[in-house]
């Protein structure tokens, strides 16, 4: 059983249109996470955030995504107007109960923009 | 900058064992980690070594460090058509668990 769920599994949408995806981590933990992997290509790290803020992100996180906490248990993505390069599969993952444990990936979002 | 490079391909026979190798470039990486993703799924934790160990085993799992060479490998003894999946190296670089992945080796069991 995943530690962390992730909604929708599939996302097809058009480019320009804004998409978010879910994250529901089963235990209530700090520190979340997304990565994302382009088909073909290495897992690359997004955006770390602990305490509902943001406390790393890559250069890949440009101010067309976002994320947030919105009711203290989703974790969500969102990224305003998809381009075609965004196609990806996106995975969160959550901390374990300390600052050193390992992280707990989801099963992953695949997100195709049209 | 950080870099994790690991073969791309490795088949084995059903029974015997699978040693599966990457390099890394960040001399200050505390924790070293190996995923296993397989078809359709997301990444399962398989194991993780900290930096100032050499080696780790976990049942048919066993994590070598070589920390002056930087160079980490797994061997998966006995391996069996279930292991058949890609297996990622990471390094954890910088703060906040950002992690760098190796592109991945793919791992195919034949009998």
């Known amino acids: 059983e995943p530690e962390v769920t992730q909604t929708p599994s599939h996302q097809v949408t058009q480019m320009g249109q804004e998409v978010i995806l879910r994250c529901v981590p089963i235990s209530n933990h700090l520190y979340f996470y997304w990565y994302r992997q382009i088909l073909g290509q290495k897992v690359e790290f997004l955006v770390s955030f602990y305490n509902n803020e943001i406390s790393e992100k890559s250069e890949i996180f440009d101010d067309q995504f976002s994320v947030e906490r919105p009711d203290g248990s989703n974790f969500t993505l969102k990224i305003r107007s998809t381009k075609l390069e965004d196609s990806a599969m996106y995975f969160c993952?959550?901390?374990?109960?300390?600052?050193?444990?390992?992280?707990?990936f989801g099963n992953g979002t695949r997100l195709t923009v049209t | 900058g950080e870099d994790v490079e690991q073969s791309l391909f490795l088949s084995v026979r059903e029974g015997d064992s699978s040693v599966i190798n990457c390099t890394y470039t960040?001399?200050?990486?505390?924790?070293l980690y190996w995923y296993k993703q397989e078809p359709g799924a997301g990444l399962q934790l398989l194991t993780y070594i900290f930096s100032n160990m050499d080696m780790k085993q976990d049942q048919r799992l066993t994590v070598l460090l070589n920390k002056k060479d930087k160079h980490l490998s797994l061997r998966i003894a006995d391996t069996q058509t279930g292991d058949s999946a890609i297996y990622f190296c990471?390094?954890?670089?910088?703060?906040?668990?950002?992690?760098?992945f190796g592109a991945g080796t793919r791992l195919a069991v034949h009998p």
């Open positions: 993952a959550r901390q374990g109960s300390s600052y050193n444990s390992p992280l707990h």
């Open positions: 990471a390094e954890l670089s910088g703060g906040y668990n950002k992690l760098i």
């Open positions: 960040d001399s200050s990486s505390t924790y």
